[in-house]
């Protein structure tokens, strides 16, 4: 296959160098806004550089990798639709209802396939919680608890485009927990806090946040964030049941300290980042992206995916600003609104 790839940054480069190495791709040209560093990232990877976004699409190529700003997805996932292009796109579509339910609609329109990378689902310890849940190895699983902590903020820059920590992190377990458990989310309640840098209050962000969530059959989900984890970076959910409890993400790179005489002391190599930590999910993705690509699969998380998560951050982000339960019924009623 010939893949065309958008986007030389810090993600881009990362997905690049994956796929470059990938059995099934024959040639990866590679575009961005910025044609240098396009030219760099081929350089360094055995990849084309093209020397636009236009020099992509005009290609001859045979699907689309879209790993650029957030800014940008809703209107290349529009334009790699009406090219007939199959399609991987880095989390979200977009950062408003509006945008996403317009370039779904494109998508739907052209029958092409859309891909959204939440690469949890791919993640060896998510999928085997998921077995065990499915199987009722855990029996009625009554409390679900998320962490996602960054070591360090990202830059102040990024804060403006992100569409904030419950968009930009958060937005992650509200996938995976949906995906692990089958089941809606009916109700959040949500807050956050911003004691960190000034850059977070100034972009109307917080650096930690926390929300409720009531899932249709009664389960209730805890699921934090922040910014600031100096220990490392630690992604962990726990699934709690009335036979059995499974921890996602518990290993000897997981960066806690017992307090316990006698507990685990903090690990000597924690977990970096999320591309450390997820490095092997990250491969295995877009692995599924080619098969799905090429007829083999099934899309393994499709854009209405996405939108679902969205939806649940929506709704936690208008609790954090109102300071009340919402209804994901709220939210659903904006959508329909949208036509979608």
């Known amino acids: 296959m010939r893949i065309g790839f958008l986007g030389a940054g810090r993600i881009g480069s990362f997905h690049a160098a994956a796929l470059a190495g990938t059995d099934g791709v024959d040639e990866l040209l590679i575009g961005d806004a910025d044609s240098g560093r396009a030219a760099g990232l081929a350089a360094r990877i055995g990849a084309i550089a093209a020397e636009s976004v236009d020099a992509v699409f005009d290609g001859g190529i045979d699907a689309l990798v879209i790993a650029t700003a957030t800014a940008s997805h809703a209107e290349l996932i529009t334009r790699a639709a009406r090219a007939g292009l199959p399609t991987y796109c880095e ?35 998510y999928r085997a919680a998921r077995e065990a849940l499915r199987d009722g190895r855990l029996g009625r699983v009554h409390t679900i608890r998320a962490i996602t902590s960054d070591a360090a903020p990202p830059p102040p820059e990024f804060l403006p485009y992100s569409g904030g920590l419950i968009r930009d992190c958060l937005v992650h377990d509200f996938d995976a927990v949906r995906w692990l458990t089958g089941r809606e989310v009916v109700e959040v309640f949500a807050s956050g806090s911003a004691g960190g840098a000034a850059f977070f209050r100034e972009a109307g962000d917080v650096d930690t946040a926390a929300a409720l969530l009531t899932l249709d059959d009664g389960t209730l989900v805890t699921a934090t964030a922040t910014r600031y984890n100096g220990a490392g970076y630690d992604v962990r959910m726990e699934l709690s049941g009335e036979l059995d409890q499974f921890v996602v993400g518990l290993d ?32 295995a993705e877009l692995a599924a992206f080619l098969r799905a690509a090429r007829g083999e699969a099934a899309n393994p998380c499709s854009g209405q995916q996405a939108l679902y998560a969205l939806l649940v951050a929506e709704a936690c982000e208008l609790s954090r600003l109102e300071h009340r339960p919402v209804q994901l019924s709220e939210i659903t009623k904006r959508m329909s609104e949208l036509g979608a």
């Open 91 to 125: 989390k979200p579509i977009a950062l408003d209802l509006a945008d996403t339910v317009h370039a779904l609609r494109e998508v739907e329109s052209a029958g092409t396939m859309l891909q959204m990378g939440f690469q949890r689902r791919f993640d060896a310890g």
């Open 252 to 283: 000897d790179r997981t960066p806690f300290t017992s307090a316990e005489p006698g507990g685990p002391a903090g690990p000597a190599r924690p977990w970096a980042d999320f591309q450390e930590r997820f490095e092997g999910a990250y491969r």
